[in-house]
């Protein structure tokens, strides 16, 4: 039996308490790196873990590097400028990952 890729099986996911309340499951789809800071890309989810929209979520990202059992911090992107930076990167991200899946056939 060939080995598949461990981490397709087993997606990260987070619940994101939202500001009224409610709490939704969302799919980590990558971290990536804008002018030196995190950002995370998520997804939201269903509890089919389906998606309805096509739409993702960009939230600035940060791990306490002395205590890396404590849970990241996620916080809302109030900049415009900031979140196109985000977008524009997430793009480029988007890509690359077109590309890879085109090279790897």
């Not at 598949?4 to 099986?9: L, P, S």
């Not at 500001?19 to 995370?40: F, H, M, P, Q, R």
């Not at 890509?95 to 890879?100: K, S, V």
């Amino acid at each position: 039996m060939g080995k598949k890729n461990d981490y397709e099986d087993e997606e990260m996911t987070v619940e994101l308490e939202l500001d009224d309340g409610s709490v939704v499951n969302c799919a980590v789809i990558t971290i990536l790196t804008v002018e030196s800071k995190d950002y995370i890309v998520l997804l939201p989810i269903d509890e089919n873990g389906e998606n309805e929209d096509g739409e993702v979520w960009f939230y600035r990202y940060s791990e306490n590097s002395e205590d890396p059992n404590e849970e990241p911090v996620l916080d809302y992107i109030e900049d415009d400028d900031e979140y196109e930076k985000v977008a524009d990167a997430f793009d480029e991200y988007l890509d690359g990952c077109e590309f890879d899946e085109l090279t790897e056939e």
